[in-house]
């Protein structure tokens, strides 16, 4: 081996060791906590009953297997507007409201949280909010998140949020994100500076065309949010075609479980934030968060000013 090949081995030695050790020093600062995560996946459609059913059928399911929390894709109980009906005119509020009663008395029973996607009414003359709520063990709604960056033809039937959600459930700070959220990583690093452990992106990129470009980019753009900012992401999908199935990322960007394509599906994983994961960007990350854009200390010096001599 050259000079130059071991003195790469042993820098990628060296990043691997202290990418390591600051994961596990910010992990001792931050709070730690253990949480078995239930993804959910199911064909969401415009028949709010029928939705129900799914989401029921699977908070069953994902009890029976010892989850504390149970993970619900973007509007997986009301359909979405714009793609399984054409708008709100007409919408049944009054079932949404009697189905939403009945997931909160589920999970009262069970003694689960629950992120139900959903949408959410405002008052006369404002378009409804994209919405994730936050439902704790005894059934109660604790909070809510609405999308943020809705898309242009989500504003056609949407209102965007503006706020950011955290919750704490067995020692893990978790943070809610819809969608094309993920397009923006400023939303992941205010998360971030928040002290989140653990992110719930729920999604709706179904009834795509075959081929179609966001299977290929969304799942490794949400690895990369994971991998930059040393979190977990459940990471959700409805299952109707053209789509892609959900996943469970660890904080090092590795993706730990996937349900399979285009069938319902519960997977539960569990999110321990006393494990070390490889972390290369963790011993920069909050310097990086306050602008100091490079590592080390910058010199001064004539030829470094001079950016033309060689």
């Given amino acids: 081996m050259s000079a130059t090949e071991i003195g790469a081995a042993c820098f990628l030695l060296l990043s691997l060791a202290q990418g390591a050790a600051f994961s596990q020093t910010t992990q001792e600062q931050a709070t730690k906590g253990r949480l078995m995560v239930a993804t959910c996946q ?35 109980l009301s359909g979405y507007a714009g793609v399984d009906f054409k708008g709100f005119d007409g919408f049944d509020w009054e079932g949404l409201r009697k189905e939403t009663e009945s997931i909160l008395a589920l999970a009262r029973e069970l003694h689960v949280w629950v992120v139900l996607g959903s949408s959410h009414r405002l008052g006369e003359g404002h378009k409804p909010r994209n919405a994730l709520y936050v439902i704790d063990s005894e059934g109660r709604v604790v909070d809510r998140y609405d999308k943020r960056f809705c898309t242009g033809p989500d504003l056609h039937y949407y209102s965007p949020g503006n706020h950011f959600v ?9 943070g809610l994100l819809v969608c094309f959220d993920l397009r923006f990583p400023e939303l992941y690093r205010g998360y971030s500076e928040l002290g989140v452990q653990l992110i719930f992106h729920s999604f709706y990129n179904a009834k795509r065309k075959a081929g179609d470009i966001l299977p290929k980019i969304m799942p490794p753009t949400a ?35 996937v349900l399979p394509l285009h069938e319902p599906g519960v997977m539960v994983n569990e999110v321990d934030t006393g494990r070390a994961y490889y972390d290369a960007s963790g011993p920069y990350r909050a310097d990086a968060i306050r602008g100091k854009l490079h590592s080390g200390e910058v010199v001064e010096d004539p030829r470094s000013r001079d950016r033309t001599c060689f």
């Fill in 166 to 174: 955290t919750f704490t459930v067995n020692g893990v700070k978790c």
């Fill in 223 to 257: 690895r990369a949010r994971a991998a930059t900012n040393a979190m977990f992401i459940s990471m959700n999908n409805s299952s109707v075609k053209y789509a892609w199935p959900s996943r469970f990322i660890t904080p090092d960007g590795l993706v730990a479980d």
């Fill in 42 to 76: 199911f064909p969401v459609t415009s028949d709010i009953a029928a939705n129900a059913d799914w989401i029921r059928r699977q908070m069953r399911e994902a009890a029976a297997r010892s989850a504390d929390i149970v993970h619900f894709s973007e509007c997986a």
